[in-house]
């Protein structure tokens, strides 16, 4: 059995880029393996990891790169790249992202996207194995592009999935999966549609490694955060691709007044109207031994690396760093 992965996600909440060399380095003493970088309105995938791959030595993941947002060479460039910084320890994970990012954010169209993420996997493997592509898809098309500058090792590509579509791409084409914004209880029903899909196309379904992005609040549990914690939940869980996974997971009778609320404009309404058993299902609170016992939950039911995204809403800087950075040395205890 593989030794489970504790990881940080980057960048880290109260470091600018220029501080997270240091940390990503104690990080690595302490025992953290991976840094796993993630982008939605602040800086790319791509960026930390550079910082953090030049300062350690720490395997590097894109949690996602988007699809839509980028050209195929393009994201074939960016890959070779850090790659090329990192040989062997770099793993590309890709996803669709969602209408608002894709959309209202970037003005494309968020059409097909399993469709599209398989076509994108299939078009990477061939690119950053040194081929010249020529590629015709459902989703778009690439005519005549290599590179010139080859990973010297082989580069996995993991699949950002939710519902069983992309989950079953993640399967059938992907060297891992990433989930996001579940339970621990929740991860054995997607990791049965991914072995199960796996195993249909002839592939090996312990081969593919199960990673996961675990959302983890330091502040104490008051009215105040208590309401920012509904405000994030509520911010995403209105965007139809996250609401279709909570339902396919069985929150459909605990959220379904929060959807409500929120579709008759009633913005307040809605984030009251999340209940508190589901804000201690997606995110992270309390104590340093629940949070530990937390994370170990998740590895008992099937996550093999485990990014830890903390975060804290604390306003002064100095305080906020170490709100992020104690927790992050005492829960290194178990990574080991």
Sequence with gaps: MAKKRWALSVPVDGFDLRELGDVARE?????????WSYEVDGVDCF????VVGMATGMRLGTAIANVYTRGPSMLASMAAGLADLAPGRFVFGIGAGSQPIVEAWNGGVFARPATR???????????????????????????????????SSPVPIYIAALRPGMLKVAGEVGDGVIL??????DVP???AVVRDAATKAGRDPDAIEITARLFINLDAVTPESDLLARRHIAA??????????????GRTLALQPMWDAWGAGDRKGAVAAIPSGVIDELIGRG???????RVQRYLDHGIDTAFLAMSTNHPDPARRRTLVLDPIRALAQSSG
């Design 180 to 185: 996001n914004w579940n339970s621990p209880e």
């Design 27 to 35: 990080a690595e003493g302490l025992g953290y393996t991976d840094a």
């Design 287 to 293: 104590p340093l031994s629940a949070l530990r016992a």
């Design 117 to 151: 993420v398989r076509e994108m996997a299939q078009f990477l493997r061939a690119a950053l194995a040194g081929e010249r592509v020529v590629f015709k898809g459902e989703t778009f098309s690439v005519d005549g592009f290599r590179l010139t500058r080859v990973p």
């Design 47 to 50: 960026t930390p990891l550079v």
């Design 236 to 249: 995403y869980m209105n965007v139809p691709v996250y609401r279709a996974y909570q339902e396919w997971l």
């Design 189 to 191: 029903k997607c990791v």
